[in-house]
């Protein structure tokens, strides 16, 4: 099971951190990521942090950074400069050999 915490309200520029944890141990060689999806609209990937590399969709390189915490079973998005259009429901999800599973999803609303 993913939990995902952190998201909220935040004005336009501002920043904000989600975290990810899974309830059981993960795999380091376990694929995680972060995907959005803003109202009405289909579920886009953002980040993905592997144990050899990360990547981010253009829409957010510079602006997002991923990390994981091995030890903790944890994966975050820190999300700096944020932007109206980044509004969504974040999702973490984690690719395993068993299998691809998601979290419940978090709201991050940018407005002002």
């Known amino acids: 099971q993913l939990v995902e915490s952190g998201g909220g309200l935040v004005q336009p520029g501002g920043s904000l951190g989600l975290s990810c944890t899974a309830s059981?141990?993960?795999?380091?060689?376990?694929?995680m990521g972060w995907y959005r999806q803003p109202p009405g609209m289909q579920r886009d990937y953002i980040a993905h942090?592997?144990?050899?590399?990360?990547g981010y969709a253009d829409s957010v390189k510079g602006r997002f950074t991923i990390s994981r915490d091995y030890g903790k079973n944890t994966m975050y998005l820190q999300m700096n400069s944020l932007k109206p259009e980044d509004t969504a429901v974040y999702y973490c999800?984690?690719?395993?050999?068993?299998?691809?599973?998601w979290g419940q999803g978090t709201q991050v609303t940018v407005s002002s």
């Open positions: 999800h984690v690719r395993t050999i068993y299998g691809d599973f």
């Open positions: 059981g141990s993960i795999s380091r060689t376990a694929l």
């Open positions: 942090a592997s144990i050899t590399d990360t």
